[in-house]
């Protein structure tokens, strides 16, 4: 299968330490003699990146021959975190490479660490993005990934005196993972105006003109798949200013100053990830980076499919384009001015293409995240898109009208245009209408999407429009590379890792429930990995904490909705109580380490006032001679995928306590009980699915339901709402500045005492308290408690992302794997 100018696979340790010190003393210039270890994991990754370079070469060109229809996932995230492992996995031979390391005086773990996560997404919505790509790539679908190269990841974020500071996160010094293509460049316009005037026969047509062009520049990085030579490639777009005659006139008149100012802003386009999450600003730097990834992208996928030289008609045979929530929904007018303004294809033809081609997928039903643009904004930066736009609507109204001729509301409320001051366009709106497919990310989301935001889309559409995929997470990131002693054990007992290809195969370990042995293994890896959190929690914080404690773990974007608020009110709840207890009491008390992690958007004051009382209670609870080891409370800084991969693993429960109703999906939920621990949790998101599959007696339900929200919130606005008296006592606490001045954390406690409770907190507290109190007694029972562990571990192949990508495949888009040809 390996021409002979193909690197074959390392078949020695001396041949990897060959082609390793080679890069080392070559590619990177550098002795051996002063190689430190991220010199050892730029060798080490070069060695692997020439193995993934042939695969990955062959996997496009036979993608090319097959010319069959293609997948295109547009993100403006792709929360990567690192490869080089997981290239190791899927190129194989990490043994080879562990010895090889070991002969260079060097520990495999300590040089993949090295590596700089690639962070560019802000949390769910992008850690789904990169668990697609990898299960597409496994599955061999013919698919590539569209994003933005920006310079800047998501912030990384210090703690100093209890509160988060931002830090950028520059991370492009040295990234062996990615491929300039500085041949392949699209030019992309901002501005300028639209003509519209007669072509030769005699027909209409439009043409944008004048403006400003910025251009996209390629860069390529390759996506492994597992167990196949199958590599896939997402494409990310970095801006630059267009190369010209413009620039050297103003060379050439002397404005070398004003000329590089002009290539600095174009640059700005890809320079930085928004750090929003689930929240939209209106900026319009941020429309102006959808745009240029978009068309960028379009330019491209066109490109390619006019190649094939087939005609338009067969375009959605050859094309699927998905949309990661709205952030894309401008490749909806951009692929139909492509068709009509260039292509010259008629209007209902061209739609009919475009309607064809998207699927939209829905990550929230918050309405402070669902984004609006406003016209002059969209008429100032994107003038023939905004026409494009008011035509789509004027075709779109018609069609409703035409239908429902006496619902004269109807045609206001699902209109693109909201009529506003200014008008905004609802970009959510234009997705439904622009593809054939909608989906929400878990069962209950992608009911409440077809009875809140999209219900009047349903009667207009009828119901088959919408469908349900519930999220799912790569089992080869978050069991096999986290985790690497569990999956050793599983694979012990399923005679192989089948289990990470088909994750279902799990379900095998019921039998060894009972087994002595599995079980007691099981509860040592489970140790082992608390231990190793434990020794992180100790290096970043100073904090001793005490493994066989009970690991309470939080870790998300902090956000009122996702309620660590609740979470870390329940810690002081228990602090109280621990500080009236008796030595006879607290000997009967299970100990507990709460653990928290996650980072706020830097505009969002009360996310960071949560997190300064996080750290202000764990400042008086861990320094408290009367608690001891009964409890300690800790904030792990920079939570990010390769803490994850740390944190994940060493739960014992983990809490997922959204108010219902708010959590599209979630899915840290998934990777928490992959790993082997049991989830706190609402009845929300895809917390339902997982208690239907590991039942319920193996998670830890409470609080009120979604139907109830909105009763709820209307009783404390009008009814006679009374504050539960635990959290009373709680926000007495605060107040009397146990944890520091008071007055930091009022806007915290009176957003529930006076503002409403919006996110139900003082509801579900004492139900919250009251399960907490069972884990303690439940944990007690270590047999039961394992058992309940492994149970769910049994239980949950369903949530492995290439289940996932196979409904996508076969309910939206319509694509087959491609086999990889055995040789090159
Ligand atoms: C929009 C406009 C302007 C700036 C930023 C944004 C923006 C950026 C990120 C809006 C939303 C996001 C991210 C959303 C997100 O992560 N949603 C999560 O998606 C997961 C995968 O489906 C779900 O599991 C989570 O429930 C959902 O919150």
Request: with cysteine; charged share 25%; glycine share 6%.
């Amino acid at each position: 299968a390996w021409n002979k100018y193909a690197p074959k696979p390392f078949e020695s340790a001396e041949e990897f330490e060959r082609e390793t010190v080679k890069h080392i003393e070559t590619t990177l210039a550098r002795s051996l003699y002063n190689c430190d270890e991220l010199a050892a994991y730029g060798g080490t990754a070069l060695a692997f990146r020439d193995r993934l370079v042939i695969d990955w070469n062959k996997t496009q060109q036979n993608q090319t021959f097959a010319d069959q229809k293609r997948v295109y996932y547009l993100s403006l995230e792709f929360l990567m975190g690192r490869a080089l492992d997981n290239a190791m996995l899927n190129v194989g031979h990490k043994e080879t490479a562990k010895q090889g390391l070991s002969d260079l005086g060097f520990r495999v773990e300590d040089i993949i660490t090295q590596e700089h996560d690639a962070a560019l997404g802000n949390g769910g919505l992008g850690r789904l993005a990169a668990c697609f790509l990898d299960s597409l790539a496994s599955l061999n679908y013919p698919a590539w990934g569209y994003g933005l190269r920006y310079r800047y990841g998501i912030f990384k974020q210090e703690i100093i005196d209890g509160y988060q500071v931002e830090v950028p996160d520059y991370w492009l010094d040295f990234n062996p993972w990615e491929f300039a293509r500085h041949d392949i460049t699209v030019d992309i316009q901002f501005y300028g105006h639209v003509n519209k005037y007669q072509d030769d026969e005699g027909k209409m047509v439009c043409s944008w003109e004048g403006g400003e062009i910025v251009q996209a520049v390629a860069f390529d990085v390759p996506i492994p798949g597992y167990g196949t030579p199958t590599t896939n490639n997402l494409r990310l777009w970095a801006s630059k200013a267009a190369s010209g005659e413009f620039d050297f006139q103003k060379f050439n008149s002397g404005e070398y100053e004003s000329s590089v100012a002009d290539q600095q802003r174009a640059e700005t386009i890809s320079a930085v990830l928004y750090p929003n999450d689930n929240l939209e600003r209106g900026k319009e730097l941020r429309l102006k980076q959808q745009y240029f990834w978009c068309a960028a992208s379009l330019y491209d996928i066109v490109r390619r499919f006019k190649k094939s030289k087939r005609p338009w008609k067969d375009f959605p045979n050859q094309v699927a384009i998905q949309l990661n929530d709205t952030h894309p929904t401008l490749a909806i007018p951009e692929l139909q001015r492509i068709l009509i303004d260039q292509e010259g294809l008629d209007w209902d033809e061209a739609w009919s293409i475009v309607q064809k081609t998207f699927g939209y997928t829905n990550h929230t039903v918050l309405p402070e995240a669902l984004e609006k643009w406003s016209v002059p904004l969209i008429q100032h930066l994107l003038p023939r898109h905004l026409q494009i736009i008011y035509d789509i609507n004027l075709n779109f109204l018609q069609y409703v009208e035409r239908n429902n001729p006496k619902d004269r509301d109807l045609l206001g409320r699902v209109s693109i245009i909201e009529e506003s001051n200014p008008k905004m366009v609802r970009m959510a709106y234009l997705a439904v209408i622009g593809s054939h497919k909608v989906n929400g990310v878990a069962e209950l989301h992608s009911d409440l999407i077809k009875t809140t935001i999209f219900k009047d889309f349903v009667k207009i559409y009828g119901p088959d429009k919408f469908a349900n995929v519930t999220n799912g997470i790569t089992p080869r990131r978050w069991l096999h590379q986290a985790n690497p002693r569990l999956s050793e054990l599983i694979a012990s007992k399923l005679g192989g890792y089948g289990f990470l290809k088909d994750l279902t195969l799990l379900h095998k370990l019921e039998a060894y429930v009972d087994d002595k042995d599995f079980r007691k293994e099981f509860q040592e890896i489970k140790y082992a990995n608390k231990v190793r959190l434990a020794r992180h929690i100790k290096e970043v914080t100073g904090v001793s904490v005490n493994p066989s404690a009970l690991f309470d773990i939080q870790v998300k974007r902090i956000h009122e909705y996702k309620r660590q608020q609740l979470n870390i009110f329940g810690v002081i709840h228990r602090y109280l109580a621990i500080k009236k207890m008796s030595p006879e009491e607290k000997k009967k008390m299970t100990p507990r380490v709460s653990i928290f992690g996650g980072k706020a958007a830097p505009g969002y004051w009360m996310a960071k006032t949560v997190i300064h009382l996080i750290n202000e209670v764990g400042r008086v609870v861990n320094a408290d001679k009367d608690v001891g080891d009964l409890l300690k409370v800790i904030f792990v800084e920079d939570y990010n995928v390769s803490k994850a991969e740390i944190i994940c693993p060493a739960s014992d429960i983990s809490e997922h306590i959204s108010t219902a109703g708010t959590e599209a999906s979630g899915t840290s939920n998934m990777k928490f009980v992959l790993n082997g621990g049991l989830i706190i949790g609402t009845c929300d998101g895809a917390n339902i699915e997982i208690t239907r599959e590991i039942g319920e007696n193996n998670i830890f339900l409470f609080g009120n339901l979604a139907e109830d929200v909105d009763e709820l919130r209307h009783a404390h606005l009008y009814g006679n709402f009374q504050l539960d008296k635990e959290l009373e006592s709680v926000f007495d606490a605060i107040r009397s500045g146990m944890f520091g001045d008071a007055g930091q954390f009022s806007a915290l406690v009176n957003g529930i005492v006076e503002h409403g409770d919006y996110y139900l907190v003082s509801d579900d507290f004492a139900s919250y308290c009251k399960t907490h109190d069972m884990i303690d007694e439940a944990y007690k029972d270590q047999e039961e408690w394992v058992t309940k562990c492994i149970t769910a571990v049994a239980r949950m192949g369903f949530f492995s992302s290439d289940r996932c990508i196979d409904e996508y495949a076969e309910m939206i888009w319509n694509v087959e794997p491609l086999q990889p040809k055995a040789d090159g």
